[in-house]
């Protein structure tokens, strides 16, 4: 089959069903078996479904297809950036230590705008103003490459 069943699920997100072949079973009949009862379900063809998965967890849906929330997926954004600038900040605090311990004043205000700079890529223009998902997964501040 190179159908898809999707439905709205319970955490606001989509869910989609991928029918395992030769099941023996039809499509429709395998959405009324899956699908939470009275939850409101579309067939559609496996090219509607989007490829890209990088903000699954922001997509809605409605009649026209498949749709990312721009605002959630900004949230998903900003947290994979956090991740991304986590190790990158503990690693400056053991050199900030260093700069303490050695009582090397330039290097202590060279690591703190630096650490600063880190804090600072969740709230880059780039990522409220990124209209698709591919701008919005394009707004990586060359920090943390």
Do not use: C
């Not at 849906?61 to 900004?74: F, L, N, P, S, T």
């Amino acid at each position: 089959m190179n159908q898809r069943i999707i439905y709205q699920n319970q955490h606001g997100g989509v869910s989609i069903l991928i029918p395992a072949p030769n099941a023996g079973l039809t499509i429709e009949e395998i959405a009324a078996k899956d699908v939470p009862a009275g939850t409101p379900y579309r067939i559609v063809d496996a090219s509607e479904v989007p490829a890209d998965r990088t903000f699954r967890n922001a997509w809605t849906h409605d009649e026209a297809g498949i749709k990312v929330d721009m605002v959630k997926a900004r949230d998903i954004h900003r947290d994979r950036l956090r991740a991304l600038r986590a190790p990158k900040l503990a690693a400056l605090d053991v050199e900030y230590i260093r700069a303490v311990e050695s009582k090397d004043v330039p290097l202590q205000a060279d690591i703190a705008a630096h650490k600063q700079a880190l804090r600072d890529v969740t709230a880059d223009p780039a990522i409220d103003n990124a209209s698709t998902p591919e701008e919005l997964a394009a707004a990586i501040s060359k920090i943390l490459i």
